[in-house]
């Protein structure tokens, strides 16, 4: 399906991409004040959609912005969008502004000019093979990261919990890696800690274990991140939140970053470095496989269950 078919769901109903609209008054364009979502759809099915919604529900309540869907009206909007796309795998953005309205910085409903949030969940990427296709591209050769020069914000200005749609600071670090002509970037907090990438989580391998930022340290709860620790715990593999520097970083074995837009994919160089032999380790690669197995077993599940709701009703 090229982009020009994709079906977006906008407030309510679905609508082709010229047709995708929302008012210059959103409050999302004008102050980034809303939060979104990245799911991953793997087999035609959302992975780890409940997680998702849950942090979701979070950065709205810290926002008081009202959850315009129960978590059952959103899994029936996610199934919608991916029967309507004819999704095998692929990459769904959830949205949910504020509202509309200009007048001033306030946030009460009663001084929007609309109060109903503008929910859109938008099919960013591929429709058939994006991951199978990404595996197949990054898992080979592994990307060179660079240290950005920005600290990460502080969850002091603006909490890490969640995807708020202020992400300049993400911006920031992908002009400075694109500048730098490298891959990726990784921040690190002002006491010289590494925290995450631009839009992914970090982890390290040093002899065998497994080693990645703890979640009070300025940075997304990733969902990928809690797989990828919960496979460690299943295969026995020790895996500690730890802080740790830059230059522990560049002294691993083996380094990956995890996220619903990449899964799992090694990292060979950081700040002009060599990690490990240079090439993508067998701990990464071992992980990478078992969260697409892990996605692909849950994709079965989720059709099972569905099936079986189907033939309930
Ligand atoms: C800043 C940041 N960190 C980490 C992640 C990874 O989170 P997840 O695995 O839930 O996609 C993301 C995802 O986009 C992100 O934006």
């Known amino acids: 399906m090229s982009a020009k078919q ?3 769901f906008l407030n309510g109903e679905f609508v082709g991409e010229e047709d995708a609209k929302v008012s210059v008054f959103d409050r999302c364009f004008l102050y980034g ?25 979070d950065g709205l309540d810290y926002l008081r912005i009202e959850n315009p869907y129960d978590n059952v009206g959103w899994s029936d909007l996610i199934e919608r969008t991916i029967d309507e796309n004819k999704m095998e795998d692929g990459y769904l953005r959830i949205q949910i502004s504020r509202g509309e309205g200009i007048s001033s910085i306030k946030w009460e409903p009663r001084l929007l000019r609309r109060a109903e949030p503008n929910v859109t969940i938008i099919p960013i990427v591929g429709f058939k093979d994006y991951y199978k296709g990404l595996i197949a591209e990054k898992m080979g050769t592994g990307l060179r990261a660079k240290i ?8 002091a200005s603006l909490p890490s919990g969640t995807k708020h749609c202020n992400y300049l600071n993400s911006v920031l670090g992908a002009i400075e890696v694109t500048s730098a002509q490298t891959d990726i970037g990784i921040a690190v907090d002002r006491d010289g800690f590494v925290t995450e990438g631009i839009a992914y989580n970090v982890f390290a391998v040093k002899n065998g274990e497994l080693f990645t930022s703890p ?6 709860p990733g969902i990928t991140r809690s797989v990828v620790l919960e496979i460690a ?13 830059a230059f522990a970083l560049t002294s691993a074995d083996e380094v990956f970053i995890c996220s619903t ?15 490990g032999s240079g090439k993508p380790g067998p701990i990464t690669c071992k992980f990478g496989k078992l969260l697409t197995e892990t996605m692909a077993r849950e994709a079965s599940a989720w059709h099972a269950a569905r099936a079986n709701r189907r033939a309930i009703a």
């Open 6 to 8: 994709t079906r977006i």
């Open 33 to 57: 004040d809303g939060i979104f979502e990245g799911v991953a759809v793997w087999d035609r099915a959302p992975f780890r959609l409940q997680p998702h919604l849950d942090r979701m529900q």
């Open 148 to 155: 950005l020069s920005r600290p990460r914000v502080p969850t």
């Open 215 to 220: 979640l009070n340290r300025d940075i997304l």
């Open 233 to 245: 715990a299943r295969e026995g593999i020790e895996a500690k939140e730890v802080l740790f520097d």
């Open 261 to 275: 837009l990449e899964l799992a994919v090694p990292v060979i160089e950081v700040a002009g470095r060599k990690i």
